[in-house]
């Protein structure tokens, strides 16, 4: 008899977006012709840099010709655009990451639901909330946690953002293994200063823990005060690994391309507490279970590092933060507190009563689709999300609508 990972039936049903849709769907059979503006999704909306789509075709030309054909590539990436995430994204801040630390995979989301194959699953568990889902489920998935109970799975240590701590989470009040961190934060838009970082930092040395960091939304940073990556934090080297993705910055949700980046002297230990390099699992487990990223795509990222492919990242993140900027100014004028919206294309908004009751008002009187907060864990609770990834036009428009709710 064929016996399932029953770790499975642990999971929550996909209700956040699965719920959104379905309430989605039912306002439109019921409202047909009212056009809804979407201020909830994640996913980018304008095209590829003119760069990428350059690079993008050189590449397919060389794929077409025998004498510049490439098959399978090195799993961990190609040289040309390691060594430029190392130059470019790291060096150039002051952090010391070298090419042969940067794994260049098909995104964050996977190499961020991997990672944890590499630790025992007898760890202690420290996850945001709210945070993006991912991290949560792919260890409820690998046995790491027990089950739910009111929104929140037994064994693990939730680490609460909340408007008491500015959505930066507090450090462990007893000792845990494994700490999620995530900034600028989805959902809250939350930022973390060098400060708080350096914290984390000395904790997790402190502690032998390891902190996987999640960098996706850097490229939204615009304050020169605070820390892109978590290695201008000295000493980050060898408690944490950081995750990067071309998605947000570049539009590559479709494209797929990102990188994990496990610095030489990450450690963690065995069960008799002999460090080993994690850098080398990481490269054994990629080895074994990819063979790596396309080629052209790896092209198209790297052209994002030229100057015309940094003014055009640059535009493109601007754009949307003009997006979150004018959402911002308005929402304030109405009197909401809200999180997020600079150095961020998202904008977490303390809400009266429940986030669905608010999610629901706001899309039956007003024809406006948000994310509600309670669907990224407990403490989202009273929060909705709302994302700078659609038009100025939008964005405005779903402004001139909100302030009819009041
Ligand atoms: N990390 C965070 C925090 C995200 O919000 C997302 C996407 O929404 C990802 C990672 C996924 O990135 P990728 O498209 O590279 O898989």
New binding site residues.
């Given amino acids: 008899m064929i016996k399932i990972n029953e770790n499975y039936l642990k999971l929550e049903a996909d209700y956040l977006f699965a719920s959104v849709a379905s309430r989605v769907r039912e306002f439109e059979q019921k409202n047909p012709g009212r056009e809804l503006v979407w201020m909830g999704i994640?996913d980018v909306t304008q095209p590829l840099p003119p760069a990428c789509i350059v690079a993008f075709h050189r590449a397919v030309a060389e794929l077409a010709q025998r004498q510049s054909f490439r098959g399978y590539g090195p799993s961990a990436g190609y040289g040309f655009l390691r060594e430029a995430i190392a130059r470019h994204d790291f060096q150039a801040r002051g952090a010391d990451i070298s090419a042969d630390e940067v794994f260049v995979s098909d995104?964050?989301?996977?190499d961020?639901a991997n990672v944890q194959e590499l630790f025992a699953r007898e760890l202690r568990l420290a996850i945001p909330d709210p945070v993006?889902p991912?991290y949560l489920e792919s260890n409820v998935m690998a046995g790491r946690t027990g089950v739910a109970r009111d929104g929140r799975y037994e064994g693990v240590t939730y680490l609460e953002a909340t408007p008491a701590n500015g959505y930066v989470p507090d450090l462990p009040a007893a000792p845990v293994d494994l700490i999620y961190l995530?900034f600028p934060n989805?959902p809250t838009g939350a930022t973390a200063t060098r400060e708080q970082l350096g914290n984390w930092v000395d904790w997790a040395r402190a502690n032998r823990a390891l902190i996987l960091f999640?960098a996706?939304?850097e490229s939204y940073i615009r304050d020169p005060d605070l820390p892109h990556s978590i290695y201008e934090i000295p000493g980050a080297q060898q408690v944490a690994i950081e995750?990067r993705?071309?998605?947000?910055s570049a539009g590559?949700?479709g494209v797929?391309c990102?990188y994990t980046v496990v610095p030489a002297a990450c450690t963690a230990y065995t069960a008799d507490g002999a460090p080993v390099a994690l850098r080398e699992l990481w490269r054994r487990r990629q080895d074994t279970k990819s063979n790596g990223v396309s080629y052209p795509v790896q092209r198209a990222a790297e052209a994002l590092y030229g100057a015309e492919g940094q003014r055009q990242v640059r535009a493109l993140t601007d754009g949307y933060l003009a997006n979150a900027a004018c959402a911002l100014d308005a929402l304030g004028r109405l009197g909401y507190r809200c999180s997020g919206g600079s150095n961020s294309p998202y904008i977490w908004l303390q809400v009266e009563g429940d986030s669905w009751t608010f999610f629901d008002r706001l899309l039956q009187r007003h024809g406006v689709v948000c994310t509600p907060g309670a669907g990224f864990g407990r403490c989202g609770e009273h929060h909705v999300r709302l994302s700078a990834f659609s038009s100025l036009a939008h964005t405005r428009e779903a402004m001139r609508r909100m302030a009819g709710m009041h």
């Avoid at 993705?245 to 947000?248: P, R």
């Fill in positions: 994640g995104g964050a989301k996977c961020s993006y991912v995530c989805n999640d996706a939304y995750f993705s071309y998605s947000k590559f949700t797929r990102a």
